[in-house]
């Protein structure tokens, strides 16, 4: 059995080397291809191309790779349909993978997407792509398979592989040991793996810590970076910044950053999941590049209020977050500070994400596994 998977990012690539794992102890004849990262690599699938080449994010920046990308569009289906596959799963990457999962279907292809796009949020237009291009769409949050299915797009809500792999109680000393973290509260700053995140949060985030520092004496602030273009970018802010307080870099380890953390200053995206998931309190920040943001307000292309993700799966502000203008360094200190000051709110966090951990615990891997082959016809 044939099964070519095609990731996009770092998380993506994760996701697909649990799913081959799952896979295999299911299916242990299966062979595996397609546009891998270093995790599905060593989880035994053949890299035809690089996930990374496929982590491009913003309208704006997609226009800018817009050429690259086509030319690896061409080439996947090109030999995706010179050698079909059993199945296709394509991994999150909608606009790349959005593309190539119809032609694969009308070819006689089965295809699975791994990842709802968040068509109930942004370019609901989508949907209609997604009855054409998908025989099933594995969902990795419980409100998204009902929102498709009542829009005629099969769907399965598997949970999500992170409340699997972080345990339901964090060790915070533990990882303030590990960590080599002092006595006294600390601070996480996580401004983003991109270097288009770190470039427009570095600054608002260190401003926010020099607030917090004046205010808390003896607070300590480390910093996970994703990587060292990430890390040169966020060091050259720090050594600008005239007022910032000392901050401990280390590389990656963000996890660990967030167990050891009191409170967490961080960019929307995946990792606010991963802070819930942990239990710590946060403030959620983001800034769009000038045009992106642009073009989402002038084409009406956000459709929901909020846009952390736990926020999203409580249907309310259940942490602050800050887009745009708004995210200032007094701004983001001053919602902080007002969640380390009550113990009352921290208790009432803590309970909700708990909550939330217990509802993506499904053992996403297995689940999206056996829909796989069930998709492909081998269960």
Known sequence: MRIVIVAGEASGDQLGAGLIGALRRLCPEARFAGVAGPAMQAAGCEAWFAAGELAVMGLAEVLRHLPRLLRL??????????E?????????????????????????????????????????????LLREACDRVLCLLPF??????????????????????????????????????GAGPVVG???????GEVTRLGTPFLDAAAILARDWPGMQFI??????????AFEAGLARHAGAPPVKLVDG???????ASDGLLLASGTATLEAALVGRPMVVAYRFSPLTYWLARTLRLVKVKHFALPNLLAGE?????????????????????????????QAALAARFAAQHRELRRDASALAARATLEVAGRR
């Not at 079909?84 to 292809?109: C, K, Q």
């Open 317 to 345: 502000a259940l942490v602050p977050e800050l887009l745009q203008a708004q995210v200032t360094g007094p701004r983001l200190a001053e919602e902080l500070a007002a969640i380390l000051r009550s113990p009352q709110r």
């Open 223 to 232: 910093a996970p970076m994703a990587g060292a273009e990430v890390r040169a």
């Open 253 to 259: 380890r963000a996890r660990e950053v967030m167990a």
């Open 189 to 195: 700053l996580l401004p983003g793996s991109r270097l």
């Open 84 to 128: 079909p596959p059993d199945v296709y799963v394509g991994i999150d990457a909608p606009d790349f993978n959005l593309r190539i999962e119809p032609v694969l279907r009308r070819a006689g292809i089965r295809t699975v997407h791994y990842v709802s796009p968040s068509v109930w949020a942004w370019r609901p237009g989508r949907v209609r």
């Open 144 to 181: 998204e398979a009902p929102f498709l299915g009542a829009a005629g797009v099969p769907a399965s809500f598997v949970g999500h592989p992170l409340a699997d792999q972080i345990p339901m109680e964090s060790d915070r000393e533990a990882a303030r040991r590990a960590l080599g973290l």
């Open 73 to 82: 569009r061409r080439a996947l289906l090109r030999r995706l349909l010179a």
